[in-house]
């Protein structure tokens, strides 16, 4: 299993603007697909790498997000949103996922549960 190395972090569509959502949006389903087809190899270890990267993109943004909402509700399912993404992330860049095909179904959902609130923080125009 691969951990993300700081070089590879830095080549993040996301360190040098918005993350790209169609990018995320693809790598999620080629994450879920090699979870159930192959999550062992060289293949799964790059899609592995690419979520991670784009996780990191998103929880920024979307802890942003949070500001924006009025509903206390909405603001609580989203902030346990983020964490739960923050503790994939570095659980996955720690090492201490085991299991190939887990490792890749948490950080593709990680990435889904984010990707709509950041989406929707770039529809309103906000940064």
């Known amino acids: 299993m691969t951990t993300i190395s700081a070089s590879a972090q830095h080549l993040s569509p996301a360190a040098h603007g918005r993350?790209?959502?169609v990018a995320i949006a693809n790598a999620i389903e080629r994450g879920q697909a090699?979870?159930?087809a192959?999550?062992?190899g060289e293949v799964a270890d790059?899609?592995?790498a690419e979520l991670t990267m784009h996780l990191k993109a998103l929880i920024r943004p979307a802890q942003h997000r949070l500001t924006a909402l009025g509903a206390a509700a909405a603001r609580d399912v989203l902030r346990a949103t983020v964490?739960?993404?923050r503790h994939v992330y570095?659980?996955?860049t720690h090492g201490v996922h085991t299991s190939p095909a887990a490792?890749?179904?948490l950080l593709a959902g990680a990435c889904r549960l984010l990707l709509p609130h950041v989406e929707s923080q770039g529809r309103s125009g906000r940064p």
């Open 19 to 21: 993350p790209d959502l």
């Open 90 to 92: 570095l659980d996955v």
């Open 103 to 105: 490792r890749l179904h």
């Open 38 to 40: 192959q999550p062992m």
């Open 34 to 36: 090699l979870a159930q």
């Open 46 to 48: 790059a899609i592995a």
């Open 83 to 85: 964490e739960h993404a």
